[in-house]
């Protein structure tokens, strides 16, 4: 009986599974040959394995991880230990060997070498937080900074106010958002990131790349399933499922690094933006990714944005994102997938940034065309927008409105715009086009109105957003600013930025629109005068330009260029002689018939 019952109980442990996440990471190692002298020392014997064998690193890395169909397991049963806890586990030994030994104590090492060293504050708000304003600091009405960072700094006499927060994150130590002067005792800004050890940095580089390339193949997958449909076997995991939870255990270390160290998040951002396509996908995974992880992947976003080099990388792929959110052709995608609406202000109002962007990704030509592309679906026969079509996109309408509206609020993009870039003023008097008599108000007289149109307002507030872009875009043709601003040469750009360009202008020794070798020769680039004989009056020949631009829409807008008898528009330029200008102030007689 004791002999039958001991072979029962022996039997009974043989088939048991095996529980323990760290006991299942042991059987993965066996199962490569990892030999059993090394599994006996736990962690610290695969380090001192790797170290002797490391052409097997990725190999070992692949076999501490988890298998998709174990989590998938885990995930469907609700086993003890979950998915979560398998992978959470995972993460650890992963960090022993990124950081050779234990992890707590290197990440408690790396951040007493931070304190008292912050460069930038990065706190990232919650809903109705409480923030602080400095209009007296601040770079734009769209900074602010946390209660603490405010109360550390000197704000005596500044002209602040109190908020409440949206989101966002706190921008003390950010010279692109914040004066230095305005900067707390604790943030000294970004120039004071060190980079990480040179003999940390060799450890953590190759597990971190490991990591990432593998969560990017889990999140293609998932991608492509969530496009697609599924395309593997009924009994294969969901890579959905487990796409969701390896981003919320490799965010949630993420996290952690960025909390410990200035310098550790600096290196995970550059092995991120350097593992192709996975930035790429990151910015498009709230589409497939569960509610509940999105915000922790928008939270890391909001810690990695404030290093430059991410910031510029992530606002390269900013644009696919506007682009897949108008492909819905409704408001619901700006509310459901809240990076577009999240980010803009993050990244269209850094001014070192954005002219880059303008001029080596053609920002203002894809959001212009975002803009067209919403006004076309929503327009009638006559090609005029219908606010009983359009009013479903009335949210994603106003975003970009207002995306176009940051870019253009820094002084150096309208100038660009006037001397390099004249064909953005034509695109924009073809979107003014749209709107040019949409929905005209009128008096009824001989009937009662039985329901007012609810959507009324939104018309005006459309034509409210558009004027100030406008006169934005206005400011760069009137600019009375002498040459050597107004042709926004590389060296003025370089003296005028020479405090910002710590942040975001040190990725490249060209951070302006005008760093990059013009399209033409520098008389191009100048804004001359024209003098008219007429009146004897000085008129930039941007300003003529821009008039006989507006003439030609007002005569195609009115349908009535035969009528008008209007001359075929010679348009001049800057290598016009003076008698072009002359035959201006010829034409502007003609215009009065407009007034009959």
Same mark, same amino acid.
């Not at 991608?223 to 697609?228: A, W």
């Not at 922790?296 to 404030?306: M, Q, R």
């Not at 959507?455 to 406008?470: D, E, R, Y």
């Given at each position: 009986?004791?002999? !039958? ?44 394995? *790797? ?84 209009? =007296? ?74 990591? $990432?390339?593998?969560?990017?193949? !889990? ?25 969701? *939870? ?18 550790? &998040? ?21 589409? $497939? ?36 959110? &108008? ?10 997938? +809240? ?11 850094? +001014? @070192? ?58 002084? =150096? ?13 034509? !695109? ?5 086009? $749209? ?85 033409? @020769? ?18 930039? =020949? ?25 001359? =075929?528009?010679?348009? +001049? ?8 200008? !002359? ?14």
């Amino acid at each position: 009986v004791d002999s !039958s019952s001991s072979s029962s109980s022996s039997s009974s442990e043989s088939e048991s599974p095996i529980s323990s996440p760290t006991d299942r990471i042991l059987m993965r190692l066996v199962l490569i040959d990892v030999p059993e002298e090394s599994l006996e020392h736990m962690q610290h014997g695969i380090i001192a394995y *790797v170290k002797r064998n490391s052409s097997r690193l990725q190999e070992i890395c692949n076999a501490i991880l988890p298998t998709d169909d174990e989590i998938q397991t885990a995930f469907e049963e609700q086993a003890d230990p979950g998915a979560e806890d398998l992978l959470q586990e995972s993460m650890v030994w992963l960090q022993w060997l990124m950081f050779d030994g234990d992890p707590d104590e290197m990440l408690q090492r790396l951040e007493l070498m931070n304190v008292g060293q912050r460069a930038v504050c990065g706190f990232v708000w919650s809903h109705n937080d409480i923030a602080y304003h400095c209009r =007296t600091c601040e770079s734009d009405p769209t900074c602010a900074i946390c209660v603490p960072c405010f109360g550390n700094g000197n704000h005596k006499d500044h002209d602040y106010s109190v908020m409440y927060t949206g989101g966002g994150c706190c921008d003390c130590g950010d010279e692109t958002a914040w004066k230095r002067s305005g900067f707390c005792s604790k943030h000294k800004g970004a120039e004071q990131i060190q980079p990480l050890q040179e003999d940390v940095a060799k450890t953590v580089g190759p597990v971190l790349d490991y990591l $990432f390339r593998h969560w990017k193949n !889990s999140l293609l997958l998932a991608e492509s399933n969530h496009q697609n449909g599924p395309i593997l076997e009924d009994n294969a995991a969901e890579p959905e499922t487990v796409a969701d *939870v390896l981003t919320s255990a490799v965010v949630g270390m993420l996290l952690e690094f960025c909390k410990c160290s200035e310098s550790l &998040l600096s290196f995970v951002s550059g092995r991120l933006c350097y593992e192709v396509d996975l930035l790429d996908v990151l910015v498009r995974a709230e589409r $497939f990714l569960s509610l509940d992880v999105v915000p922790k992947l928008h939270e890391l976003f909001l810690k990695l944005i404030g290093d430059p080099f991410f910031k510029y990388e992530f606002a390269k792929y900013y644009p696919t994102v506007v682009n897949e959110a &108008l492909k819905e052709s409704a408001d619901a995608i700006i509310r459901k997938h +809240p990076l577009v609406s999240s980010f803009s202000v993050q990244i269209f109002t850094v +001014p @070192t940034l954005t002219p880059r962007l303008v001029k080596e990704m053609d920002l203002l030509t894809m959001l212009f065309e975002c803009l067209s592309k919403i006004f076309s679906s929503c327009s009638g026969q006559d090609h005029q927008l219908q606010v009983s079509k359009w009013e479903n996109l009335d949210e994603t309408t106003q975003r970009v409105v207002e995306d176009i509206r940051f870019v253009m609020s820094l002084s =150096t993009i309208p100038k660009y715009i006037t001397c390099e870039r004249r064909d953005i003023y034509t !695109s924009w008097m073809k979107l003014l086009a $749209f709107v040019q008599g949409m929905t005209p108000q009128k008096r009824e007289i001989s009937i009662h109105i039985e329901e007012e149109n609810e959507n009324m307002h939104m018309p005006f507030a459309l034509g409210h957003s558009i004027a100030n872009i406008h006169a934005l875009l206005l400011s760069g043709a009137f600019s009375t600013d002498d040459e050597s601003d107004s042709t926004i040469k590389k060296q003025d750009i370089d003296e005028h930025d020479s405090l910002r360009q710590s942040k975001v202008g040190r990725l490249s020794q060209e951070n302006s629109v005008s760093s990059v070798t013009s399209r033409g @020769t520098s008389s191009d680039h100048e804004i001359k005068a024209v003098e008219g004989n007429a009146d004897g009056v000085s008129v930039l =020949t941007s300003i003529s330009w821009l008039i006989f631009e507006c003439l030609r829409a007002i005569d195609y807008w009115l349908k009535s260029s035969n009528t008008l008898g209007l001359p =075929t528009l010679n348009l +001049p330029t800057s290598r016009t002689s003076n008698t072009s200008g !002359s035959n201006f102030f010829r034409l502007k007689r003609k215009p009065s018939k407009f007034r009959k």
